[in-house]
């Protein structure tokens, strides 16, 4: 191994230490020594680590790969409008769902977000949670999947070492400090890592120009692909024509927005923090980051086409090579020196973080599923406090084996398995969460209902319907997210309305989240009674 190489994986070796160190931290601390702990951190979550854990726990290795790759290839059309769309889900999120999601879940004792279903509607079969518990199964493993296959590439392309072998390490440092320090771990470990991700992408965009002769020359270089730089083609790579992106295309990319309100391991934090008058300031700070950082990471991929045309780096023709064009660029730069190796180590540790900052979060959720919702609440099996965290930490390790086979092939794409989970965790929980907090008369057949549609719906138009090509080949998201949201109103129309004390309970919420009531205390027992009786 060179001496650059060595360099890199210092740094690398580096913040692996730290993360892990973090988990054990948290551990002796009593970050793990209980459920409510363990998923929410006790509901202490400062505004800051909110936000920033929120939105790295949101990105993964689709940040720092996924939007790289596609803009690389396509240009500005669809990864322009996925920004878009994104940017002003991520500001509604915290401004719609955030606050009322966090009063809302303390008051009726919620923990996980199946159990704030269930809870909800007073769902003493707790069919909703259980439902949910599977769905965030389902689709967490694909989603899971996506980051340690991103582990496995980032270390093949940059050192030669089997992809295999680097994508199972990698998930036994994520399982290690997850297991050890639970939601506080996790949360931490985002925070530090959305500060790696953000030097990462400004170091990688100062370099990657310096590389292809400046901006004028990367703005010209763009311009002479047809459609390359237009919001209404985009560039097609298999014709080296102009593509057409229409109105239905851009309503349809625009619909990534959508999926944040029902994306598990966000409304945790949102559930988590630790004053609700202080999500405004997470808001402010979420928004932001969350439209620079993915502006930054598409003008990376404009920025390595045309390192590519200087002949320094490789010409990219698939979307699993040119998501690798922040490695291409990282490995560039580890030839300059022993600082600049220990800066590529920098950005290399980026990668990891947007990959990690997910998957720890998702695999903290789907634990919860199966220990709180599935095991104790729908299957009725008695755990204790001891029994409760083995269960959830073994459910952790199962997932992550899971994740490893699905991930197996290096040429599947990031972006694409992202894609796919994100619309099934929209159109399963979003509508359902949308009406729970703010329509009074959705009722529990409703809920369950609409989030059986939306999974379902985003598998059949997925494989069934898009397939067929012309105006049905949209993104599953925005069809899947329609029919949800109609068969819950309709539903809840059709059935009984839902009790006077779960009205009542809404109607409570509904006045503390004006704010011009202050919240209650811990202390305060007569506002964090759960509206299911156990």
């Not at 967490?140 to 590439?153: H, L, M, R």
């Not at 997470?282 to 439209?291: D, E, G, H, L, P």
Request: glycine share 10%; hydrophobic share 50%.
């Amino acid at each position: 191994m060179s001496s650059a190489s060595m360099c890199v994986l210092i740094a690398i070796i580096a913040y692996l230490g730290l993360t892990i160190g973090i988990g054990v931290y948290y551990s002796r601390k009593g970050g793990s020594s209980d459920t409510e702990n363990f998923y929410l951190g006790g509901r202490g979550l400062n505004p800051i680590v909110t936000a920033m854990s929120a939105e790295a726990s949101d990105m993964s290795s689709y940040l720092l790969m996924g939007l790289p790759g596609l803009a690389y290839l396509a240009g500005v059309a669809e990864v322009g409008w996925t920004v878009i769309g994104l940017a002003v889900g991520t500001y509604l999120n915290f401004l719609l769902v955030a606050k009322r999601l966090r009063i809302y879940s303390e008051k009726i004792g919620a923990n996980t977000v199946p159990d704030f279903f269930s809870r909800r509607y007073d769902d003493r079969k707790r069919t909703l949670s259980c439902m949910a518990a599977v769905i965030i199964l389902i689709f967490f493993i694909p989603y899971t999947a996506s980051g340690f296959k991103a582990v496995g590439t980032l270390f093949n392309s940059l050192f030669g070492w089997d992809y295999h072998v680097a994508m199972v390490l990698g998930a036994a440092v994520i399982i290690g400090y997850t297991v050890l320090g639970g939601f506080l771990a996790v949360s931490t470990t985002d925070l530090i890592q959305s500060v790696v991700m953000t030097i990462a992408l400004l170091i990688i965009i100062v370099f990657g120009i310096s590389q292809a002769g400046g901006i004028g020359t990367v703005i010209e270089n763009s311009k002479a692909l047809p459609g390359y730089l237009n919001l209404t083609q985009g560039y097609d790579i298999t014709t080296g024509k102009a593509a057409v992106f229409g109105g239905l295309s851009i309503v349809s990319t625009l619909a990534w927005g959508l999926g944040y309100f029902g994306m598990p391991h966000i409304l945790l934090r949102f559930m988590a923090i630790r004053d609700p008058e202080e999500i405004k300031i997470s808001r402010r700070i979420a928004a932001v980051w969350a439209f620079l950082s993915m502006a930054v990471a598409v003008l990376i991929g404009f920025i390595g086409y045309s390192v590519s045309v200087t002949g320094k780096v490789p010409f990219l023709e698939t979307s699993a090579e040119s998501e690798t064009i922040i490695i291409r660029l990282s490995d560039l730069m580890s030839r300059n020196g022993v600082f600049f190796s220990i800066i590529a180590g920098v950005i290399m540790a980026g990668i990891l973080a947007a990959t990690m900052s997910t998957a720890d979060s998702q695999l903290l959720a789907a634990a919860s599923s199966m220990s709180e919702d599935i095991m104790r609440d729908f299957l009725h099996i008695k755990l204790d406090q001891k029994t409760s965290m083995f269960v959830a930490r073994i459910t952790v390790v199962a997932i992550a084996i899971i994740a490893v086979f699905l991930a197996w092939d290096p040429n599947s794409s990031v972006f694409r398995v992202v894609s796919f989970a994100w619309a099934g965790f929209g159109a399963a929980f979003g509508p359902v969460m949308i009406l729970a907090l703010f329509w009074k008369r959705s009722s529990r057949g409703g809920a369950t209902a609409g989030m059986f549609a939306g999974g379902l719906m985003v598998f059949v138009w997925k494989y069934l319907v898009a397939p067929m090509g012309g105006v049905f080949a949209i993104y599953e998201l925005l069809p899947a997210f329609v029919v949800a949201l109609l068969v819950n109103v309709v539903v809840s129309l059709l059935t009984f309305a839902p009790s006077k004390e779960v009205q009542k309970t809404f109607d409570e919420v509904a006045e503390l989240s004006k704010g011009n009531i202050g919240f209650a205390s811990k202390s305060d027992k007569s506002l964090s009674q759960p509206a299911l009786q156990e």
